[in-house]
């Protein structure tokens, strides 16, 4: 029997209901069996989208409670004499969690592009569930040696292909049900409730490290994460298996046919140009960013993991707002802004944040960096998604995606953890994201503005 909805997830998927709901549609000419998108959304519509993007949030949920609890499995699964080395091997196996992205968006994208979205949201539902209960059930290496982190590996390489999956299905699915003048806010609750699945990891693991002294976290108490995101798959579940498929999808010429167009190379580029500076942003600032203030700025383990929680909360609440203004103004503007934001603002906040102990300015840093992020998650999902066409959007725009998170952002943390040992100044990986803002804003200027081009 599924596990039923915890009264946040039910609050939330209310939320996008009542969001949706709202909307005020022009109608067009309705094509049986599959949502339209010219019309005001009904029932079924609104469970459609409700089902992709908790499910979204479920996965998110699972892939990256395992960096908020760093440190602790680092000690389980990778222990040495040096708390530095057993951090470096511990981020290497979250970084390898990326290396099967692209293999899952390739594989998983081909699923979605000839079999349809539906069928790839429900696979990278289940396997992420699989490799987040394995997680959460292995023995440390004190127990099995080296069998222990090489599980752990494993666990993380399912993981990956699932999440490589994930990200443009969901994105390629929500964009495509979406009225023609609302992709930008459709799309962003993607981003949303990637955001909402970030929220989750980082509050549970919050509360737990509050609500338990440090023994009983480190014996047991650090699996509870892992362990509840696998019970609540079954709710990603049932609810995906319900869905209808896009008009658009259904619409493209045979779809069996249009299948074997190739992706273009161009867009392909830029997707992944433009996910550099989004990759690396998004997981320095909000999965590294707690193991970096307990770290070097002085915050206790609770202390940095609720710091961490409030700047999530401001970027999940800015992500749909800025998704709903670049369907007004248009993507590119937001994109650039938010290129810039992370050209000029890393160096002086980091250097507040290291200067001071006060816990109200590393939580104003954060929500700054919070907001910027939140320039990019807005706009960006939509705008790569509208420069591929219906045959061929699944795979570019996953494919190209993860490639740029497995290199350069899925091994951020690993990388910022190697700047700072190897030049021994804090401050170090603020010129890894500038280099990458820098090569995004420029790869940004080189977009067509898609915002009120009908969708190919």
């Not at 390629?172 to 799309?187: K, Q």
């Not at 014996?219 to 298996?241: S, T």
């Not at 990986?429 to 969708?455: K, N």
Request: aromatic residues 10%; proline residues 6%.
């Amino acid at each position: 029997m599924s596990t039923p909805p915890t009264t946040g997830q039910l609050a939330y998927l209310v939320l996008c209901k009542a969001l949706l709901g709202a909307m005020t549609i022009s109608s067009k000419h309705s094509v049986p069996g599959h949502l339209d998108r010219g019309r005001r959304p009904d029932a079924s519509a609104r469970r459609a989208v409700g089902a992709a993007v908790i499910g979204n949030v479920l996965e998110w949920y699972d892939f990256v409670v395992y960096g908020y609890l760093a440190s602790i499995i680092a000690t389980k699964f990778f222990p040495t004499e040096s708390e530095t080395a057993s951090l470096l091997a511990v981020f290497a196996a979250f970084g390898v969690g990326f290396v099967f992205r692209p293999l899952g968006a390739i594989a998983i994208g081909r699923i979605g592009d000839r079999k349809g979205r539906k069928v790839a949201l429900v696979l990278t539902v289940m396997l992420m569930a699989g490799g987040t209960v394995l997680i959460g059930l292995l023995p440390p290496y004190d127990a099995v040696g080296i069998a222990a982190p090489l599980a752990l590996v494993a666990a993380r390489l399912i993981q990956g292909f699932a999440i490589g999956g994930e990200w443009g299905a969901s994105i390629a699915y929500l964009v495509e049900v979406a009225p023609e003048n609302r992709r930008g806010f459709y799309a962003s609750l993607q981003q949303m409730t990637v955001v909402t699945g970030l929220l989750m990891g980082s509050g549970i693991s919050a509360i737990l490290a509050t609500l338990l002294d440090p023994a009983a976290l480190q014996a047991w108490g650090w699996r509870i994460p892992f362990l509840i995101g696998g019970l609540v798959a079954p709710v990603g579940f049932y609810m995906r298996r319900k869905i209808a498929e896009t008009s658009p999808y259904l619409q493209s010429a045979n779809a069996a046919t249009s299948f074997k167009e190739t992706v273009p190379i161009v867009e392909a580029a830029q997707v992944f140009g433009l996910s550099l500076v989004w990759s690396v942003a998004a997981y320095i600032f909000l999965v590294y960013m707690p193991t970096f203030t307990e770290k070097y700025a002085g915050l206790s383990h609770s202390a940095a993991l609720w710091s961490n929680s409030l700047g999530l909360l401001l970027l999940m609440i800015f992500v749909p707002v800025f998704g709903a203004m670049s369907d007004r103004i248009g993507r590119k503007p937001l994109l650039l802004a938010g290129c810039l934001a992370f050209v000029v603002l890393p160096f002086p906040l980091f250097s507040l944040m290291l200067g001071t102990a006060s816990i109200g300015v590393i939580v104003m840093v954060q929500a700054v960096f919070g907001i910027a992020v939140a320039l990019l998650s807005g706009p960006a999902p939509a705008a790569l998604a509208e420069v591929f066409e219906t045959p061929t959007r699944m795979r570019g725009l996953s494919t190209a995606n993860a490639i740029a998170a497995a290199i350069f952002g899925g091994f951020a943390p690993f990388i910022a953890t190697w700047l700072i040992a190897t030049t021994g100044s804090p401050i170090a990986p603020v010129g890894y994201v500038i280099a990458c803002a820098v090569v995004s804003a420029l790869v940004t200027l080189t977009l067509r503005e898609t915002a009120r081009r009908q969708l190919g």
